[in-house]
T-cell receptor, first 114, second 117 residues
Framework: DQQVKQNSPSLSVQEGRISILNCDYT??????FLWYKKYPAEGPTFLIS?????DKNEDGRFTVFLNKSAKHLSLHIVPSQPGDSAVYFC?????????????FGPGTSLSVIP | DTGVSQDPRHKITKRGQNVTFRCDPI?????LYWYRQTLGQGPEFLTY????????KSRLLSDRFSAERPKGSFSTLEIQRTEQGDSAMYLC???????????????FGPGTRLTVL
């Protein structure tokens, strides 16, 4: 049973436009959410995170929105750049278990077209 | 460079052989994680160390898998009697625990890609 879902395997966006990547989760115990970016032949790199006490977190061009009632989060990239082309993983954890066991979604491959 | 390193980057083996992977975390990090990633999936948690203590093992980690972190520094993941289903990317990550119930960023290595023929 997949606890973190990313229903869009791929997404194409024109350079300069907004990229919106979506993520849904099923476990109501999750209280910390992360986005990782992965380039080919590299490990995932941390991008941005949000605690369940917030509904928005912004870092430069990246903003994550959390809707706890819908168990949904999204990553907005504005403006999108060709270097943003990568696989984006949504991830979640239950901090109350006292360590950072992170459950990852299957990923969305973003292509930013110049 | 003080990032997480993994060795080897690629390993091709025949079914039934044993393989061992090594992970060197960022030097001051006390937590170390192993994940497995198959095509089209995100990384799946395998096991976790706090210093040298292995604190949790996933159900994905069958008896053929064993992980160690002997001095709380580098870690090894061994797979005995490999099967074709073990073919995957094996990722290591490390983090610095700042306290109980803390949320520490995990830094990933480049992974070891295992192919079992």
């Amino acid at each position: 049973d997949q606890q973190v879902k990313q229903n869009s395997p791929s997404l194409s966006v024109q350079e300069g436009r907004i990229s919106i990547l979506n993520c849904d989760y099923t476990n109501s115990m999750f209280d910390y959410f992360l986005w990782y970016k992965k380039y080919p032949a590299e490990g995932p790199t941390f991008l941005i995170s949000i605690s369940s006490i917030k509904d928005k977190n912004e870092d430069g061009r990246f903003t994550v929105f959390l809707n706890k009632s819908a168990k949904h989060l999204s990553l907005h990239i504005v403006p999108s750049q060709p270097g943003d082309s990568a696989v984006y993983f949504c991830a979640a954890s239950d901090v109350k278990t006292s360590y950072d066991k992170v459950i990852f979604g299957p990923g969305t491959s973003l292509s930013v077209i110049p | 460079d003080t990032g997480v390193s993994q060795d080897p980057r690629h390993k091709i083996t025949k079914r039934g052989q044993n393989v061992t992977f090594r992970c060197d975390p960022i030097s001051e990090h006390n937590r170390l994680y192993w994940y497995r990633q198959t095509l089209g999936q995100g990384p799946e948690f395998l096991t976790y160390f706090q210093n040298e203590a292995q604190l949790e093992k996933s159900r994905l980690l069958s008896d053929r898998f064993s992980a160690e972190r002997p001095k709380g520094s580098f870690s090894t993941l061994e797979i005995q009697r490999t099967e074709q289903g073990d073919s995957a990317m094996y990722l290591c990550a490390s983090s610095l625990a700042r306290g109980f119930l803390s949320t520490d960023t995990q830094y990933f290595g480049p992974g070891t890609r295992l192919t079992v023929l």
